[in-house]
């Protein structure tokens, strides 16, 4: 077994499989697992805020660029971690497998970071296509393996932190072999002989093992500066061929977002249909009034006495948790208007409850920075046309820097809280 | 003997045992600093992870947990048992075939195979995903089966081309290039 390891190791090596290459990528995947939870914290503390939280409402697409950042990270994580793997596979064949207490578990955290890792992106991205072929619920997993990683993370680099200082800068040796005693030359058959006394085994094993000695082996600069060419070609491809869907000057080579700017009613995507919703008969209803609760007070308003108020224009982009997004006018009623009409307190914050019944978000809350904040409408239009059913007919909110699942459609209620 | 004894001198196994005293020739003051610092991010990391476990346990519904150990395993089992030794594999082949090639031609046509892969690993759940009856038109609204085609092709003719300059370039006696003295 012992010499059988070996020779997957010594197989497997190659001038890109080295300590200094596990650095340089494995720094930008660290870099970019943090971007992801740190973008991730945001969205989720937007979407369940804790009570004493408040939110910058500035620049407006704040949300924009933070979420569009998450996932464009999640997608350069795919270049980037089967790089890293790549570069580390051949540690999987160390002898002895397990070295002791310490040592099984630094493998087994090791094994649960990089399965949780695959899982992670692959469910992040696959979300974003409405797509949800596994047996779990997609946001708490996907919340609670945030974490996950992010301690897995800090523990790997403190595992790692003697090799990761010795290889950080430029001048550090690249010609290192990650395994110990792995230097891929012929020699190293011998070495193994003198060492343990184990010779090569026979038969089909032996046969594999002599076709692979006998492949030309690849030439160090050559193959490391290709290594690294190819891992940024890659992850610019993904990057660049699905940003648009968030990021306009890419719009042109959207090939593969799953979103694409300006596509969808009234020239703006849909996330949660009217149909999904079940909201159609209740929001087409003649009797539809939107009703205001501040206090004890209640009053309801129908569709015409809200376009009798003041309408405002507002040009806010709408962003979605899945790093679409899509700026667009928008024109109605400043809920601060209707705040101050009610008389409520400007410190008070509102729940926004939709006609929808069932989603998770049918009922959510407004911090008061959004309802004090001039750009926050109750919309009635949308880019010069009245509303569409998809995007909330007869009313829907429209603030800054918020989520678009925050971005309530179908609105029946609003009370201070 | 032990496995990381066999190392020769100053090899680093980046499988080394985790918390094993740093190679010598560090100061001792330096190694006690960075054993603490160790021991500190371990600490932390392992708070984190085990709020991790805590949030799962929390929001998930406990029969819905062992399919997220399903995914987890059968992620480590397709990476470590079918992705890497494929790439392994092809690895050889393409060594074998173009060895009579120069390094710089494989690695640019390595290079071509491995971007359209990982560009495929994107693009191929959308032609998947779009065939699971759409509600929504606005999602996966392009035709990503015609764009991956484009995509190909495009990459197919770059890296041949980059291949073929770079094969008659290695072909080419240096003498050839006398302006390229200076470079």
Redesign the interface.
Known sequence: MRRLMYEAQRALASPVRNPRMATVIGRLLGAAFLICFGTGLYSHFLQEPLGWMRFATRPEFLYQVTQGTHIVAGIACFPLLLAKLYIVFPDLFAFPPVRGLVHFLERASIALFVGASVVQITIGLLNTYQWYPWPFPFRQVHFALGWVLIGLLVIHIGVKLPVITRYWSTSSPSDDHLVDAVSGDRSANAEAVRLWGLSRPGGVTRRVLDYIDATPRAESRVSRRGFLTTVGVATTAVVGLTAGQTFTPLDAVNLFGPRKKGVGQQGVPVNRTSEQAQVADAALAVSWVLTLAVGGTERSFTRDELLALPQTSVRLPIACVEGWSQMASWRGVRLRDLADLMDADPETSFRLISLEERGSFSKTQMGREYVRDPLTLVALELNGETLNLEHGYPARMIAPGRPGVLQTKWLSRIEAI | ????A???P??????????NP??AGIPASTSRR?RG??????G??????????F??LD??RLT??P??A????A??V???AIL?PV??AL??AL??VG?RA???V???V??GI??GS??S???V??I??KN?AP????????N?GL??G??WLVLAVVTVGLSVGAFLRWRQPVAAFPDDSGR
Not at chain 2, 10 to 19: E, N, P
Request: aromatic content about 6%.
């Open positions: 003997m032990r496995a990381d066999k190392g020769s100053g090899v680093v196994g980046v499988g080394g045992t985790g918390l740093p190679p960075m610092i160790r021991l500190v991010l371990v932390i990391g392992g708070l984190l992870l085990a709020w991790g476990a949030v799962m929001s998930v819905r947990l399919g997220v399903l995914w987890i395993a992620a480590i397709l990476h470590d890497a790439v392994f690895g050889i060594r074998r060895r120069t390094g710089t494989i690695a640019i390595q290079g491995v971007v990982i560009v690993l994107v693009a759940p959308t998947v995903a699971f509600v929504n038109a606005s999602v996966l609204p392009l990503y764009n991956l484009i995509f």
